[in-house]
């Protein structure tokens, strides 16, 4: 018997592979079976941000899914990979937004992002998304693997084991490497916020 998660990621897989050969009406049909995933993984990045924050989760999923979905002769091969480009896309606009209210306000008001336990920052603090990007990308230089364990954890919120599925390695190489990701990356924001 397959779950509902099981059932929307077979649809979804199937949509995407639909969109991939040009039809139209699977990318209108994906949209309402992704939304749901792609808003509360928006709500979660947004929670740490502060209250005037002038981009909201809807905003975010919308600007997403049409970087996603958008002109662009990108392929999706299934559900994870979907979701990984999301990854991508939420950090990069989350990351822009930041930068450029830096860019307006000298300092951003932004507090250094907390690695704890299985996440990156509480839901009490806020995210510097531009310095966090920095971090990542020097990360996908010692090691591209890592950086993407900690886009599909944090950005996108998959569980271990649809990480090592995504990724094709074992859930115990994902949970060591997300285990050393996070301590790599708390020792470089904290040097960067020293600085």
């Known amino acids: 018997m397959t779950s509902p998660r099981e059932h929307t990621s077979a649809a979804v897989t199937q949509l995407l592979s639909r969109a991939r050969q040009g039809d139209c009406v699977a990318t209108n049909e994906l949209f309402p079976l992704v939304y749901e995933e792609l808003r509360t993984l928006a709500a979660t990045h947004m929670a740490g941000e502060r209250r005037e924050h002038t981009l909201s989760p809807t905003a975010l999923v ?11 002769d990108t392929s999706w091969d299934n559900r994870a990979h979907f979701f990984g480009a999301a990854a991508i896309a939420i950090r990069r606009i989350l990351t822009d937004h930041a930068r450029a209210r ?39 230089a010692l090691d591209p693997q890592k950086a993407r364990i900690v886009e599909l954890r944090y950005y996108v919120g998959l569980p271990v084991d649809e990480v090592a599925r995504a990724l094709g390695v074992s859930a115990s190489t994902v949970a060591r490497e997300w285990a ?10 904290s040097q960067s916020e020293a600085r």
Do not use: M, N, Q
């Open 62 to 72: 919308h600007e997403a899914y049409l970087r996603l979905v958008g002109p662009s």
């Open 180 to 189: 050393f990701a996070r301590t790599w990356l708390r020792r470089e924001l």
């Open 102 to 140: 830096a860019r307006d306000k000298r300092g951003g008001g932004a507090s250094p992002v907390r690695l704890e336990g299985d996440t990156l920052a509480s839901a009490a603090e806020t995210i510097d998304h531009a310095s966090l990007d920095d971090a990542l990308t020097k990360l996908a």
